[in-house]
């Protein structure tokens, strides 16, 4: 199969989220630790320096600060383009006062790994390669080209060739490395929040839906006996005003809207409030409700259950939780969408578990990114085939990461193979294609066995 899993978006602009004050606290502590360096170095070892030029390379930086200090709010948040700016500033400034303190012979080189790691962990991948090239470059020039380091009897201070040019293989190493691993880490953590955000807004959504459904059912519930009411009497009034065709009418008109107010309560609740049903269902209710939007899509939707060997015949009653719902809903959509005609879905059950098999007649899982589904926003670009397959389909990257997510949230452990695959170790399917599986500690999910009322009555719903 060309690709079951969603696409990552083309880029993300994460840069907003650096504050101003963030980068001009850095650059203020930045700022005392070069005056520091300075004064120590022309007090303590009587170095000579070009005291001019490094005091005007701070002092820029430092009006730098006070004009973004009264010039922007407080909560100003930058732009890619505005904090790609802000950490060029600082690399070159960097760059400058090592020139004029001895270039690579001056240990306080090493800090042009700061911006570079700035600019990978809060900057965008075309910004952090300009910085970390220009980085380079700034380091291969100090080597060669810098202000000698004079003692205060005039002679130079510097270090032997064969260490001027490891420093420099050390910096430029060090700037490939930390720039890569932070990006990457800075990365991941971007988009596992942003998938995760939008699995609580996935849970939140079927919460709120359920809830809603909740409502329904209890309004269909609790007006059925007022509706009777009103229909049996209105029934009484038609008998007993025959000598009366105008009151006659309107009292017909009253039964007649009585009626369609059962009908429109009926179909709106259809779900029922029989006990307590909305907190707790059959198996096969549970899974029938989560496949339920993609049973006429086109596709054969077969389902099947039986106990496993040492199971109770009769199927497991279990918590009826928005996180199962959804996520085995978004299992489904996947394989209804990447099925050639049909799907199988599968539960079985023993004392100790419960388990539901997903497959279908589909190609299957790609095989080089089985280990990693589940994952969000695992980018791969569609063939022309899927593309043909679903000309409609635009997706985030998270539709498996949320079921998984969502699932493993109720206790669930879930295994992916393909149908193809002989050594895939999941018997408990019929399809050639994509295989997933759902197990349960019955424990987590069974109603009787997580103290759930079987019967009762009727809670408000807290909306």
Request: proline letters at 5%; glycine letters at 8%.
């Given at each position: 199969?060309s690709?079951?899993?969603?696409?990552?978006?083309?880029s993300?602009?994460?840069?907003?989220?650096i504050?101003?004050?963030?980068?001009?606290?850095?650059?203020?502590?930045?700022?005392?630790?070069?005056?520091?360096?300075?004064?120590?170095?022309q007090?303590?070892?009587?170095?000579?320096?070009?005291?001019?030029l490094?005091?005007?390379?701070i002092?820029?930086?430092?009006a730098?600060?006070?004009i973004?200090i009264?010039a922007?709010?407080e909560?100003?948040r930058?732009?890619?383009?505005?904090n790609?700016?802000?950490?060029?500033f600082d690399?070159?400034?960097l760059?400058?006062?090592?020139?004029?303190?001895g270039g690579?012979?001056n240990?306080f080189?090493?800090?042009?790994?700061?911006?570079?790691?700035?600019?990978?962990?809060?900057m965008?991948?075309?910004s952090?390669l300009?910085?970390?090239?220009?980085?380079?470059?700034?380091?291969?020039?100090?080597?060669?080209?810098?202000?000698?380091?004079?003692?205060?009897q005039?002679?130079?201070?510097?270090?032997?060739?064969?260490f001027?040019?490891?420093?420099?293989?050390?910096i430029?190493i060090a700037?490939?490395?930390?720039?890569?691993?932070?990006?990457?880490?800075?990365?991941?953590?971007?988009?596992?929040?942003?998938?995760l955000?939008?699995t609580q807004?996935?849970?939140?959504?079927?919460q709120?839906?359920?809830?809603?459904?909740?409502v329904?059912?209890?309004a269909?519930?609790?007006l059925?006996?007022?509706?009777?009411t009103?229909?049996?009497?209105?029934?009484?009034?038609?008998?007993?005003l025959d000598d009366r065709p105008?009151?006659r009418?309107?009292?017909?008109?009253?039964?007649?809207q009585?009626?369609?107010?059962?009908d429109?309560?009926?179909g709106?609740?259809?779900?029922?409030?029989?006990?307590l049903?909305?907190?707790?269902?059959?198996?096969?209710?549970?899974?029938?409700?989560?496949?339920?939007?993609?049973m006429?899509?086109?596709?054969a939707?077969?389902?099947?259950?039986?106990?496993?060997e040492?199971?109770?015949?009769?199927?497991?009653?279990v918590?009826?939780?928005p996180?199962?719902?959804?996520?085995?809903?978004?299992?489904?959509?996947?394989a209804?969408?990447?099925s050639?005609?049909?799907?199988?879905?599968?539960?079985?059950?023993?004392?100790?578990?419960i388990?539901?098999?997903?497959?279908?007649?589909?190609?299957?899982?790609?095989?080089?990114?089985?280990?990693?589904?589940?994952?969000p926003?695992v980018?791969?670009?569609?063939?022309?085939?899927?593309?043909?397959?679903?000309?409609e389909?635009?997706?985030?990257?998270?539709?498996?990461?949320?079921?998984k997510?969502?699932?493993q949230?109720?206790?669930?452990q879930?295994r992916?193979?393909?149908?193809?695959?002989?050594y895939?170790?999941?018997?408990?399917?019929?399809?050639?294609?994509?295989?997933?599986?759902v197990?349960?500690?019955?424990?987590k999910?069974?109603?009787?066995e997580?103290?759930?009322?079987?019967?009762?009555?009727?809670?408000?719903?807290?909306?």
């Amino acid at each position: 199969m060309s690709d079951r899993l969603f696409m990552l978006p083309s880029s993300h602009d994460h840069s907003h989220w650096i504050r101003l004050r963030t980068l001009i606290l850095l650059r203020w502590v930045a700022i005392a630790g070069q005056i520091t360096a300075i004064a120590v170095a022309q007090h303590r070892f009587n170095l000579q320096l070009e005291l001019g030029l490094c005091y005007l390379a701070i002092g820029i930086s430092a009006a730098g600060n006070l004009i973004a200090i009264f010039a922007f709010p407080e909560n100003k948040r930058l732009s890619e383009f505005e904090n790609f700016l802000m950490v060029l500033f600082d690399l070159l400034q960097l760059a400058f006062l090592v020139y004029l303190t001895g270039g690579l012979n001056n240990p306080f080189a090493l800090l042009v790994l700061g911006p570079v790691t700035i600019s990978a962990a809060v900057m965008g991948l075309r910004s952090t390669l300009i910085i970390g090239a220009t980085a380079i470059i700034l380091v291969t020039l100090m080597a060669e080209f810098h202000l000698p380091l004079r003692t205060e009897q005039g002679f130079i201070l510097r270090i032997p060739d064969v260490f001027i040019f490891g420093n420099w293989i050390a910096i430029v190493i060090a700037i490939l490395f930390i720039g890569a691993y932070s990006f990457r880490v800075s990365n991941e953590m971007r988009l596992m929040s942003d998938a995760l955000s939008a699995t609580q807004l996935a849970l939140s959504r079927e919460q709120k839906l359920t809830d809603l459904g909740g409502v329904v059912a209890a309004a269909a519930h609790e007006l059925g006996t007022p509706l009777a009411t009103i229909k049996l009497t209105s029934a009484e009034l038609i008998e007993e005003l025959d000598d009366r065709p105008d009151l006659r009418e309107d009292a017909a008109l009253i039964r007649e809207q009585a009626d369609r107010c059962r009908d429109i309560l009926r179909g709106m609740g259809r779900a029922g409030k029989d006990d307590l049903h909305l907190r707790q269902a059959p198996f096969s209710t549970l899974v029938t409700e989560a496949a339920e939007p993609h049973m006429h899509r086109g596709k054969a939707v077969l389902y099947h259950e039986e106990p496993l060997e040492g199971g109770d015949f009769q199927q497991p009653t279990v918590l009826r939780k928005p996180e199962i719902i959804h996520g085995l809903r978004n299992l489904v959509q996947n394989a209804v969408d990447f099925s050639q005609s049909t799907v199988w879905i599968d539960a079985a059950w023993d004392n100790d578990r419960i388990i539901l098999t997903i497959s279908d007649d589909g190609q299957g899982f790609p095989p080089h990114l089985l280990g990693r589904i589940g994952d969000p926003f695992v980018r791969r670009r569609r063939g022309e085939s899927e593309r043909k397959q679903r000309p409609e389909y635009e997706g985030m990257g998270l539709g498996l990461f949320i079921a998984k997510t969502l699932l493993q949230r109720t206790g669930a452990q879930l295994r992916f193979a393909n149908g193809s695959d002989p050594y895939q170790t999941l018997s408990n399917s019929n399809g050639r294609g994509a295989i997933v599986e759902v197990a349960w500690p019955r424990k987590k999910i069974d109603a009787m066995e997580a103290g759930a009322p079987v019967t009762g009555k009727n809670l408000p719903l807290e909306i």
